[in-house]
């Protein structure tokens, strides 16, 4: 049996709920990235993901210091950004 055919029988049995949250995956990711791109180059970028076990997680990355990392809350995130506004400010003042 070739691979095609087997991919197919897979998609056949599984479930349409999973089959629709995989496409709303893509799709979310697509337009996430296309965000991305039309973005200013030196905005941090931060992006809400899923893992394999469906807990939420943001995926942050500063284009400016190149620093990026994994937060597990939205709180987290935030403390994150004021850190770096914070410091870009004290930075411009001096």
């Given at each position: 049996?070739?691979?095609?055919?087997?991919?197919?029988s897979?998609?056949a049995?599984?479930p349409?709920s999973k089959l629709?949250q995989?496409s709303r995956n893509?799709?979310e990711?697509?337009?996430?990235?296309?965000?991305f791109?039309l973005?200013?180059?030196?905005?941090?970028r931060?992006?809400q993901?899923?893992d394999?076990?469906g807990?939420?997680?943001?995926?942050?990355?500063?284009?400016s210091?190149?620093?990026?990392?994994r937060?597990?809350?939205?709180?987290?995130?935030?403390?994150?950004?004021?850190?770096?506004?914070?410091?870009s400010?004290?930075n411009?003042?001096?």
């Amino acid at each position: 049996m070739n691979t095609a055919i087997r991919n197919r029988s897979r998609l056949a049995r599984l479930p349409l709920s999973k089959l629709w949250q995989g496409s709303r995956n893509l799709v979310e990711n697509i337009a996430q990235n296309l965000l991305f791109a039309l973005t200013s180059r030196e905005e941090p970028r931060i992006r809400q993901a899923r893992d394999r076990q469906g807990r939420t997680f943001w995926q942050v990355y500063d284009p400016s210091t190149g620093f990026q990392s994994r937060f597990s809350s939205e709180d987290e995130v935030r403390v994150w950004l004021e850190e770096q506004y914070n410091a870009s400010h004290t930075n411009a003042k001096s």
